[in-house]
Nanobody, 115 residues
Framework: QVQLVESGGGLVQPGGSLRLSCAAS????????MGWYRQAPGKERELVAT???????NYAESVKGRFAISRDNAKNTVYLQMNSLKPEDTAVYYC?????????WGQGTQVTVSS
């Protein structure tokens, strides 16, 4: 099991930026895929971005060109840089880790985009 702790959420105006962080309790070398998901009120949880152990990335169409996922192996931390934020990006953002035995989630961090 992997413990995940997210941080960096908050309130930002449309067009602004935020960077989310997710610290994992163990080395990324034992984690196949790290990802960010989000869930808006009344909606299902959806994929935002993922990064594999090999460094390959994948993004939802709605965030391509605006968001960037990256990782720091030395710190066991994955980041989500969010630029040009829109009100529809408002959601609770969750970090996810997929290993060979299962999938683990963080507690989530709220991102609110509003003027």
């Amino acid at each position: 099991q992997v413990q995940l702790v997210e941080s960096g959420g908050g309130l930002v105006q449309p067009g602004g930026s935020l960077r989310l962080s997710c610290a994992a309790s163990r080395s990324f070398f034992s984690i196949n895929v790290m990802g960010w998901y989000r869930q808006a009120p009344g909606k299902e949880r959806e994929l935002v971005a993922t990064i594999t152990n090999g460094g390959s990335t994948n993004y939802a169409e709605s965030v391509k060109g605006r968001f960037a996922i990256s990782r720091d192996n030395a710190k066991n931390t994955v980041y989500l840089q969010m630029n040009s934020l829109k009100p529809e990006d408002t959601a609770v953002y969750y970090c996810n880790a997929q290993t060979h035995v299962g999938s683990d989630w963080g507690q989530g961090t709220q991102v609110t985009v509003s003027s």
